[in-house]
């Protein structure tokens, strides 16, 4: 062997040799006494560790040339304890991660003697008080998460002096009181998220000089006042989430200069004005959502081309559509005042829903008819140049709209208008009362044959027909004996005037009624899968009901009963929230549907009527009480939540959670054991569902949310919890320990 082989051989040893020395030095019981026997008393390793095999406890990193601990990493390994590690003993520690293991309790003061502390994760927890004055110790401190507690009270003023701080999150706790104008103190910050807490005021201008800015979230608070100018200055923000506050203002013009923007959320504000000019500066943006505003004006030309979401329904934006919006892929423009033509192909790509409410487009367009063999703008040129040529049929063109008017104003007021053709097409009118579509009708239905009838509800039965158009739709006639009850009249007309107001993609669609003495029926959209009750009590149909669907059927649901209650003037209460009254299309999208028996509720009057609604869904305050509030729809929601997650409604289970024995039933024993168990994509949605349906069952009306703030939650970019189910107990969850906590009058989440 070469001399300089032997050498190397040689050197390798000793340096292997003198690195095992280390460890072992680092380990030894005499040098290390006081960690390892903090560590061994917090019991998170169990008492069954020897301390003198401790480097190879699970979670803890040694420093090997002096022998102390320098990092805790125990994420997502479920403790269930206090925070009760002898903070005293650790003194060189540098990074302690706990997210997403059931802490309990509050952060004790002790934790302000980790003064070399640079990394703190407590997030996705269940700690409880305030914030520590002792925290101010940590001045070392780079990263701090404490997202998704219980955390009450405001932010300490000297939270706003660690100036070493780069992420700073505080999502989904219960903080309150102004954000301090020293929030500029912390120039480092890169990842900034206070949503869904209790803010207010107006947000500090020390804020848009923090230019280091990637990630800001305040979304989901009270905060009010206008959106700086300066929000210029964030050039290299990434995503900035402001909606759900009570921002009023404009959307500032120099927001354009905010270069690296690729998710902007304002929606669910007070905004008002134009789209800012020059968006288009904006390329990397992906995600916008102006959605409930005041928004007006027409959509800025060169609008950004490149994104895959755009939602600015609920505005007052005028104008046409720009052709480039077809290719977005997710795409809301509903209930605006668009003017002019649906651009052609829209319907390739998007739903008539995304058009709802916007009573000022081509009608003709509406109902997204297949492409015709020539392309509908040459045959428009035709037209014009025919026009252009032979002015006689301009001369005609006047003749036959003086015709049309003069006859439009010799129909009486009691009547309906009607674009309808001579095959009886009801798409394409609105309440028509005429002779040739209940023709039609009674034609599709052979005089309402028992064969049509695809079910029977309270006040009638449900018959589907197709029409001469080819159109598919269902009928709800009322039975002839109860045509001449008045309350069954009563039921009737209040459904009418309820659908013919309100739109809303997750409520069922009215195309028409008859109110002919020999029949009277309503006339609506056909709901392929029939109703929720049927699929749930189907074995071979639930199954194709997987967890992802039936939380979208959740979140569907609730988006609906949030737009009745706080978007329609007057407020409208369903009254009969059940399985059997949402309704399932061929996507198994849901919709609410059987408004017979829902009140137009006036808060300056008595609320007070006959108790109606579905035994088993019914709020238990009917029983003492008349009063019928927005409440009552939150608890049979809540019914109808835990029925959809457990296959079959919950009438056991309602009766056995006041008792002991419900203590030790975990949630994922509930599920609906026809399906797999949910998989990690979708636990968080389920265990948010179960936690909501939960909180929305609480006996005293005021304690449950309002249906508004559980729409907001689905809409929450909360992160997922790192758990798995069978950590959670349905007392827990009943009792709301683990995300949600009453605050006043109402549930806070």
């Given amino acids: 062997m070469a001399p300089s082989v032997s050498i190397s051989v040689c050197i390798v040893v000793v340096v292997a040799w003198a690195t095992f020395i280390l460890y072992v030095a680092a380990c030894d019981l005499s040098s290390l006494e006081p960690e390892a026997k903090a560590l061994q008393e917090s019991g998170w390793w169990g008492a069954h560790n020897n301390p003198s095999s401790r480097c190879n406890w699970y979670g803890i990193t040694w420093n090997a040339g002096h022998g102390y601990v320098t990092e805790i990493d125990l994420a997502n390994v479920h403790l269930g304890t206090s925070l009760k590690l002898n903070f005293s003993s650790l003194p060189n520690l540098v990074r302690l991660d706990l997210r997403g293991t059931a802490l309990q309790g509050s952060i004790p003061l002790e934790i302000g003697m980790l003064s070399k502390l640079t990394y703190l994760d407590l997030s996705n927890n269940n700690l409880t008080g305030g914030l520590p004055h002792s925290l101010t110790n940590l001045t070392q401190l780079e990263w701090f998460d404490i997202s ?91 995503h900035l989430y402001l909606d759900a506050n ?106 008539p829903d995304t058009l709802m409410g916007n009573k000022y487009l081509d009608a003709d367009t509406m109902d997204f008819p297949p492409p015709l063999p020539f392309s509908p703008s040459r045959n428009r040129s035709i037209v014009s140049k025919i026009k252009l040529f032979v002015p006689i ?66 006040y009638g039965s449900v018959y589907k027909a197709e029409l001469p158009c080819g159109k598919v739709v269902a009928l709800k006639k009322l039975h002839h004996s109860e045509s001449e009850n008045p309350n069954f009249d009563v039921s009737f007309r209040n459904e009418v005037k309820v659908l013919t107001e309100i739109r809303h993609r997750n409520i069922i669609k009215l195309h028409g009624f008859c109110l002919h003495k020999r029949c009277m029926f309503l006339v609506y959209e056909y709901m392929e899968r029939g109703s929720l009750f049927y699929v749930l009590n189907n074995d071979v149909e639930a199954t194709e009901l997987d967890w992802r669907k039936r939380v979208n059927i959740i979140k569907d649901t609730t988006h609906a009963l949030s737009y009745m209650h706080h978007e329609c003037i007057p407020t409208i209460i369903h009254r009969d929230i059940t399985s059997n009254n949402i309704l399932l299309n061929s996507k198994l999208e849901a919709f609410v549907s059987d408004f017979g028996t829902a009140k137009l509720l006036d808060h300056d009057s008595s609320n007070q009527t006959l108790v109606a609604g579905t035994y ?134």
């Fill in 393 to 458: 049929i301009i001369f005609l063109g006047f003749l036959v709209l003086g015709g049309l008017l003069f006859r439009k104003c010799k129909v009486k007021k009691t009547q309906f208008e009607s674009r309808e053709t001579k095959n009886g097409n009801l798409f394409s009118i609105w309440n028509y009362d005429g002779h040739i579509a209940y023709e039609d009708i009674i034609e599709a239905t052979e005089d309402f044959d028992i064969k049509y009838c695809i079910g029977t509800g309270g």
């Fill in 616 to 749: 088993g869904y019914i709020a238990p305050e009917l029983a003492y009480t008349m009063k019928v509030t927005e409440k009552c729809d939150v608890y049979s929601f809540g019914v109808v939540a835990l029925e959809i997650l457990m296959g079959r409604h919950p009438t056991e289970l309602l009766t056995s959670l006041s008792s002991l024995s419900s203590q030790n039933v975990m949630l994922h024993e509930i599920l609906d054991q026809r399906l797999p168990p949910p998989n990690h994509l979708v636990v968080h949605d389920i265990f948010l569902v179960a936690t909501i349906a939960f909180a929305c069952l609480q006996t005293k009306p005021k304690s449950r949310p309002e249906m508004k703030s559980v729409s907001q939650e689905f809409l929450s970019r909360k992160k997922p919890i790192a758990k798995p189910l069978h950590a959670f107990s349905l007392w827990q969850l009943r009792n709301q320990e683990l995300y949600m906590v009453g605050s006043g009058d109402e549930t806070q989440f």
């Fill in 246 to 351: 009570n921002l009023i203002g404009t959307i500032p013009t120099r927001l354009t200069e905010c270069n690296g923007l690729q998710e902007l959320l304002l929606s669910h504000n007070y905004l008002k004005g134009s789209i800012p000019p020059y968006m288009s500066r904006l390329s990397l943006l992906k995600s916008i959502n102006f959605s409930h505003n005041f928004i007006s004006g027409q959509i800025p030309f060169g609008f950004i081309t490149s994104l895959t979401l755009l939602d600015l329904s609920y505005n007052n934006l005028t104008g046409p559509i720009p052709f480039t919006f077809i290719y977005v892929e997710k795409l809301n423009l509903s209930y605006n005042s668009f003017k002019g033509q649906i651009p052609d192909n829209y319907g390739v790509y998007h739903t």
């Fill in 148 to 238: 998704s507690n219980q955390i009450t009270g405001p932010i300490p003023a000297f939270l706003w002096l660690l100036n070493n701080l780069t992420y700073l999150a505080m999502h989904g706790n219960q903080i309150n009181g102004f954000i301090s104008q020293k929030l500029g103190n912390l120039t480092n910050l890169v990842h900034l998220d206070l949503g869904h807490n209790n803010f207010v005021g107006p947000i500090p201008s020390s804020l848009w000089h923090l230019t280091n800015l990637t990630h800001l979230d305040i979304s989901g608070n009270q905060i009010n006042g206008s959106i700086s100018i300066e929000i210029g200055n964030l050039k290299i923000l990434s």
